[in-house]
């Protein structure tokens, strides 16, 4: 069984910061990529943020510059840095871990950024 435990959502206003991060547990092995993806209300899922097990990121557009995405191996934990948040990024945030047969998928987390 493997689990993927969110955590660091919240409530901040336009200009603020949030950090969250991605704990997987269980019979994981050889993970490839960790990432983030967010779903708006009335919106499809999209990605945010991938990072391979090399360190290699992606990021979507709408976050390059104020999201930084970084993980520990050690710990199977994947982190999303978010500064200068918009309204815009207000949104449930998900958690991904892909290994080499299997994608994972976290619960998610709720951001919402107020003016």
């Known amino acids: 069984q493997v689990q993927l435990v969110e955590s660091g959502g919240g409530l901040v206003q336009t200009g603020g910061s949030l950090r969250l991060s991605c704990e997987a547990s269980?019979?994981?092995?050889?993970?490839?990529?960790m990432g983030w993806y967010r779903q708006a209300p009335g919106k499809q899922r999209e990605s945010v943020a991938l990072i391979s097990n090399g360190g290699s990121t992606n990021y979507a557009d709408s976050v390059k510059g104020r999201f930084t995405i970084s993980r520990d191996n050690a710990k199977n934990t994947v982190y999303l840095q978010m500064n200068s948040l918009k309204l815009e990024d207000t949104a449930v945030y998900y958690c991904?871990?892909?290994?080499?047969?299997?994608?994972?998928w976290g619960q998610g987390t709720q951001v919402t950024v107020s003016s």
């Open positions: 269980g019979r994981i092995f050889s993970i490839n990529y």
């Open positions: 991904n871990v892909r290994t080499g047969y299997n994608t994972y």
